[in-house]
């Protein structure tokens, strides 16, 4: 009887654990607006079709939101005195198809679903939406998340990665939101149909000597690029093999010492995360299923549930 009784209390610890994590479910508008999923994969496809950079920008948009205040939506807020969270620093080379492929797809979802569905929520499926049409992995998006209250320029320094972090600096920093070294590898592979503007990578390039940790062909080939003055708007891709495909190239690259930023090259370099990114490399399977387990993670981050937050009409603007 005591042997039952410990097991049940720890039963309802677990629960109490899983639901801390902020309540959200696959089906969570299952009759709210059950075709909330199509809906959103349509308006996505139908923006993709008009631009190839709405694949990178709506997956960027996502980590950027995730790792400020949590998976809510904040960073789509406009401020008329530009001082919201995407008028930071480190967000001002979000690109704009990223946005308005939320909003687009936010307003056929309100014709349909009206006051029901979060941008949070259509913005995590979007996330999904767009790997898989760059040709990766699908996977079950978990839903229930409100709009965040807050979003403040000034409360984004220092919670996302920089270009020239070593590999204590990116445990570090996805460690706190819950995400291991490995989950923290498998999201970089994310920089596969990413890209860059010059002047995030350009010391590396610009050295003397170059950056010995990138290879000195490709180097040369990010000069010719990059040369000295660019036009800061000009954006080079991050994976030059397959920049338009999400697959494992990524880390073939990072083996053949082709990683754009220092932080994407040192996951090789560094003993500790190299095992991880040879296996990538090498089994494109093994990629996908740590890179869907790790976005699930990252969607559960910092949520806002029940009668947290709201549910915004217009993703740009606070309901009141």
């Not at 508008?29 to 496809?45: D, F, G, H, K, L």
């Not at 503007?197 to 170059?210: A, G, L, Q, V």
Request: glycine share 6%; with cysteine.
């Amino acid at each position: 009887m005591e042997v039952l009784r410990k097991w049940l209390m720890i039963s309802v610890v677990l629960v109490i654990v899983q639901r801390g994590e902020g309540q959200l479910s696959e089906d969570f508008y299952a009759n709210s607006c059950p075709n909330v999923e199509s809906i959103v994969s349509q308006a996505v496809s139908t923006k993709f079709s008009q631009t190839f950079v709405t694949i990178p920008s709506t997956l960027r948009l996502f980590f950027h939101d995730c790792f400020v205040e949590g998976c809510d939506a904040s960073v789509i807020i406009q401020s008329p005195n530009g001082d919201a969270e995407k008028d930071a620093p480190d967000n001002l080379s979000l690109a704009g198809d990223g946005f308005d492929t939320v909003i687009k797809a936010k307003q056929a979802v309100e014709a349909q679903c009206p006051g029901v569905v979060s941008c949070a929520d259509i913005l995590a499926l979007a996330a999904r939406d767009v790997v898989v049409l760059a040709g990766g992995p699908s996977w079950e998006v978990e839903l229930g998340r409100r709009d965040g209250l807050i979003s403040q320029a000034s409360r984004v320094a220092g919670n996302l990665p920089e270009p020239d972090f070593n590999l204590v600096q990116l445990n570090t920093l996805f460690a706190r939101h819950n995400l291991n070294q490995f989950d923290m590898i498998a999201l970089s592979g994310a920089h596969t149909v990413g890209f860059s503007h010059c002047d995030r990578f350009s010391d590396r390039i610009y050295s003397s000597p170059i950056d010995p940790t990138m290879d000195p062909n490709y180097a040369l080939q990010l000069r010719q690029a990059c040369p000295p003055n660019v036009d800061p708007s000009i954006a080079i891709n991050m994976d030059p093999v397959t920049p338009r495909t999400f697959d494992n190239v990524y880390y073939q690259n990072l083996m053949a010492r082709k990683g754009m930023f220092t932080s994407d090259q040192v996951l090789e370099t560094d003993p500790n995360s190299e095992p991880t990114v040879s296996d990538f490399a090498t089994n494109p399977g093994n990629f996908n299923a740590a890179f869907t387990t790790a976005m699930r993670k990252l969607g559960r981050v910092g949520v806002k549930t029940g009668s947290e937050g709201e549910i915004r009409i217009d993703c740009t603007t606070f309901n009141s």
